[in-house]
């Protein structure tokens, strides 16, 4: 649930209205500039098209330690309609118990769902255009209003907004935990209460059944057969749940320990839903406000299509693992970071086996470090907090500007911290190819930018044009070498005003 980024500041808020996207007004240290860039050319990147070029694997033949001869995995060929398997409710009979797969949502369901977050949306946004109405009339009576004055009333009702969207989001769960997630990594553009406020939000459900899981890998991955041909072991309790599917730790007959993503049954339609509900939302009040999210919420559609294709899914994790062990002219290399490989015998569209991580998500490291008796203050964490930013820049610098094909969801759920001190990536659902042409552009506006820190004077009319290049518009009347450039230093660099 996307609103205006109003009462920033007054210069940002004008900026805003003439530019694209908001101005930041808040200050971060100086050391923290390169990750930042690199997320705000990810952040941007995320508009390109997303990577088709690669082959889904179909059809594969496997063979396990307790066969004689292959057997076919099926991963919903062409002519399969959506859901044969699972979005029906059928009952399977198994030697000591019953599995019901559930059913999809009926249409009442699916409109109690739409009438809920309509019931909450408006509200807020009205509440936004009531208090926009409050200022004018104070100032219509009494004068313009002191500038912090302001900044207290917005600030105020950013707060209230930002309780109600974590209550609505936290009751729908769903695409709205994901939408969620988004806003509270997007600083630069949403509120600061909103990020406070949505940080904590996980994409956590209770886990399905274990019973369920193993039907779904034995359909769906192992062609009717039982699981126990293929796994040792399947641990019962997930390693983690979410929305669209949930994890479990397991071995193969061949003794290597795996992670085992299983995808819900009828996630698919439910989560489609709620991003219908919001791209409603957003196209009704694109004249209301100084951003387009509806642009932003149908990407996030295309993305969230591909994550329920758990073929694509492995095929991006083993490019991009193969992108970073090597150089551009293929030489080896170490990585930065450590990113899980597909075990390709065993991926069908909805379930994913795949090397085991072992670790802390970054979402839960204080927490840990606080285990451990070490403050954040102190000087190992702060240390390990460059080595971390050191090893994610080299990451997603290699993987934009290198290869062109990045990790698109590097929020702290999918950065996990290993024993050894080694940063990991996981969840590759989301992931981006961007064109050489558009590649060309950003390291272009990344060396302009990078001048003033080598003491020399930036050539603000050729940032101009590499912004333009890159396709930032402006409104009639804004088109100028000054805001286009000053856009481009917001867009990529440190700005503190």
């Known amino acids: 649930m996307a609103l205006p980024a109003v009462g920033a500041s007054h210069s940002a808020y004008h900026l805003q209205k ?59 060929r062409e002519g399969t309609r959506d859901g044969d398997v699972l979005t029906n409710t059928a009952s399977v009979e198994d030697d000591e118990d019953e599995v019901e797969f559930p059913p999809p949502l009926t249409v009442a369901q699916r409109l109690q769902r739409a009438a809920y977050f309509w019931s909450r949306a408006i509200p807020i946004f009205l509440a936004y255009k009531a208090l926009e109405a409050r200022i004018a009339l104070i100032e219509l009576q009494t004068g313009p209003l002191e500038e912090d004055e302001k900044e207290a009333m917005w600030a105020r009702q950013h707060a ?46 209770d886990p399905m059944p274990f019973n369920l899981v193993r039907r779904i890998v034995e359909q769906e991955l192992l062609a009717g057969q039982k699981w126990t041909t293929a796994f040792e072991w399947i641990e019962e309790v997930p390693l983690g749940s979410a929305s669209v599917a949930q994890v479990h730790k397991a071995k193969l007959m061949d003794g290597r320990v795996v992670a085992v993503k299983v995808q819900r049954p009828n996630i698919e339609p439910r989560m489609l839903g709620d991003i219908a509900n919001l791209k409603a939302a957003a196209k009704r009040l694109r004249s209301q406000i100084p951003i387009d999210y509806y642009i932003v919420f149908s990407e996030l559609e295309k993305q969230l299509r591909q994550e329920f294709d758990f ?35 065993y991926v069908s569209k909805r379930v994913l086996v795949m090397e085991y991580i072992e670790g802390v998500a970054l979402s839960n490291f204080q927490e840990e470090l606080h285990k451990r008796g070490i403050e954040t203050s102190a000087l190992e964490a702060k240390v390990f907090g460059r080595a971390l930013l050191s090893a994610l820049t080299e990451a997603f610098g290699r993987m934009i500007f290198t290869n062109g094909f990045f990790h698109g969801d590097p929020h702290p759920g999918n950065i996990f911290i290993r024993p050894n001190g080694q940063v990991a990536l996981i969840d590759f659902g989301q ?3 961007i064109p050489d042409t558009m590649r060309y552009q950003l390291a272009t506006v990344i060396k302009l930018l990078s001048e003033k820190y080598e003491g020399k004077v930036v050539d603000m009319d050729a940032l101009a044009e590499s912004a333009r290049a890159l396709g930032v518009r402006f409104l009639e009347g804004y088109d100028n070498s000054t805001t286009a450039a000053a856009t481009a230093m917001w867009l990529f660099d440190n700005v503190d005003e």
């Not at 996207?21 to 990750?35: D, E, G, V």
């Not at 694997?57 to 396990?64: A, Y």
């Open 18 to 76: 003439a530019c694209v996207a908001p101005i930041p007004s808040r200050r971060f240290p100086a050391w923290t500039s390169p990750l930042r860039r690199v997320v705000k050319c990810h952040s941007l990147l995320t508009a390109a098209h997303a990577h088709r070029s690669v082959l889904l694997r179909r059809g594969i033949v496997c063979r396990t330690a307790l066969q004689d001869k292959p057997t076919a995995v099926t991963s919903d």
């Open 160 to 205: 209230s907004a930002a309780d109600q969207i974590y209550d609505v989001i936290s009751t729908l769960k769903g695409f709205y935990v994901k939408s969620g997630q988004l806003v509270a990594t997007r600083i630069d553009i949403f509120p600061v209460q909103f990020g406070e406020k949505l940080i904590s939000l996980t994409d956590d459900l």
């Open 431 to 433: 992931t981006k190819r």
């Open 311 to 345: 073929n694509y899914e492995a095929n991006s994790m083993d490019s991009i693992a193969d992108s970073l062990s090597r150089d551009s002219k293929g030489n080896p290399q170490s990585s930065p970071v450590k990113v899980p490989r597909s075990i390709p015998e």
